[in-house]
């Protein structure tokens, strides 16, 4: 795997763009922070990029699979670098209405851009060495993070809030610059007038029977519920502790003790899968989320606070490799563009509505009641799923059994 210039190509891209990622994401709080004063406000802002993404959902997967891979992505690079534009505009001129342009052109651009992605990775390696990169591909997005909200610390304090996004707009142009070095083969057999339909498809139609036939990727796609709970306001919670601890300075503790927990759980999940089923792995750390969502009652004691996110980012960075792995290994390779089209736009729709949920809670009643309520929900919802789960298993059994 290590000699695929593909996989350098793939990785050294991810670090350059999420370093400009986290880049613009420090900005669009720290210019929020001064001009809207409501958390809820700052949820709906937020949420409007996400509905322009949703709304090109079944376009973009449709796109995907009908195209080559790496074109979708260097189109998406494109409109990204251009979106950038806009937040420079909104920073001169003080309006946060072109931030929420910029919002919905970063957002479009993902829209095509992550389908996209997902699907190549397949493309790029063998399905035995998979696991590996999805979580090296994840560790390396988590130490960007890491490093990319540490850099925007400093420069937000030595430099104007602009140069945070021309910073961004450098690596946007740069992983442009990569995506045109990759070269993957993409297999468009003939294969009957099944997959020909597959590939000339109009929308997700053909996708929810595959879902619908294939219980551990139905089952792992509703389990990811629950950490986007924690996710989907994530930013919102970190800007609220920092006021509540009246401190700055933790909220690039709690990202840097989040990531170090990701690249710790994705680089040791491997590991895991040898002794544990993926079932066994997607439940157990969906438990422990909810309880670091739990453990955020203490928020204003910083240690505590650290230690949540720590605990969260380690769940999360065994969950969504194994997750991954499932999706694209059980899933028919024809039908990739458009899964993970529709995974993205249900991601994207859950997270604009905990996004809104979070923005309300933390007007309404606090941080501290708002995250015992999101942790008795996701423990709840772990356990009904799991229940769920043991039911699909013994019916599966059943008619196994028969059918011998």
């Known amino acids: 795997m290590w000699k695929n210039k593909n996989v350098w190509i793939l990785l050294t891209g991810e670090f350059i763009a999420g370093v400009g990622l986290w880049l613009g994401i420090i900005g669009n709080l720290e210019f929020m922070q001064e001009r809207v004063p409501s958390d809820f406000l700052k949820s709906l802002i ?60 970063i957002q479009l651009s993902a829209a095509f851009y992550f389908p996209a992605l997902q699907a190549a990775i397949p493309l790029v390696v063998a399905e035995k060495d998979l696991l590996q990169l999805n979580g090296v591909h994840m560790n390396v997005s988590t130490l960007s993070r890491i490093l990319g909200t540490a850099l925007a610390g400093v420069l937000l304090v030595i430099l104007p809030l602009s140069m945070l996004y021309i910073g961004s707009l450098v690596a946007y142009l740069a992983l442009f610059g990569l995506t045109w070095f990759m070269d993957f083969e993409e297999k468009r057999e003939q294969a009957g007038p099944g997959k020909e339909s597959a590939k000339n498809s109009g929308g997700f139609k053909e996708v929810f029977p595959i879902i619908k036939g294939l219980p551990i990727v139905f089952m792992t796609l509703i389990l990811t519920l629950v950490p986007l709970l924690f996710l989907g306001g994530f930013n919102l919670m970190v800007i609220n502790i920092s006021e509540l601890q009246d401190s700055s300075s933790i909220k690039g503790l709690i990202y840097t003790a989040e990531g170090i927990g990701f690249m710790l759980g994705a680089f040791i999940v491997k590991q895991i899968s040898q002794k544990r089923s993926p079932y066994a792995i997607l439940f157990f750390f969906s438990f422990v989320i909810g309880v670091s969502q739990l453990l955020l009652y203490f928020a204003d004691v910083p240690v505590l606070s650290i230690a949540a996110f720590f605990v969260f980012g380690f769940a999360v960075g065994c969950f969504f490799p194994t997750a991954a792995t499932i999706f694209q290994t059980r899933v028919p390779k024809e039908f990739h563009g458009r899964f993970f089209s529709f995974r993205n736009m249900l991601d994207r729709v859950i997270f604009q509505i905990v996004l809104l949920l979070t923005g309300f809670l933390l007007d309404a009643v606090g941080l501290q009641i708002m995250v015992v309520i999101f942790g008795i929900l996701s423990l709840v919802m772990t356990a009904a799923f799991f229940v769920k789960f043991k039911q699909i298993r013994t019916e599966v059994q059943i008619k196994e059994k028969i059918s011998m």
């Open 46 to 105: 937020l949420a409007s990029g996400l509905l322009a993404g949703i709304a090109v959902g079944p376009f973009a997967g449709r796109i995907t699979d009908q195209l080559n891979k790496k074109t979708v992505m260097l189109g998406a690079g494109f409109v990204r670098a251009i979106s950038v534009i806009f937040m420079l505009i909104a920073i001169q001129t003080g309006s946060v209405w072109w931030m929420v342009l910029f919002l919905v052109m």
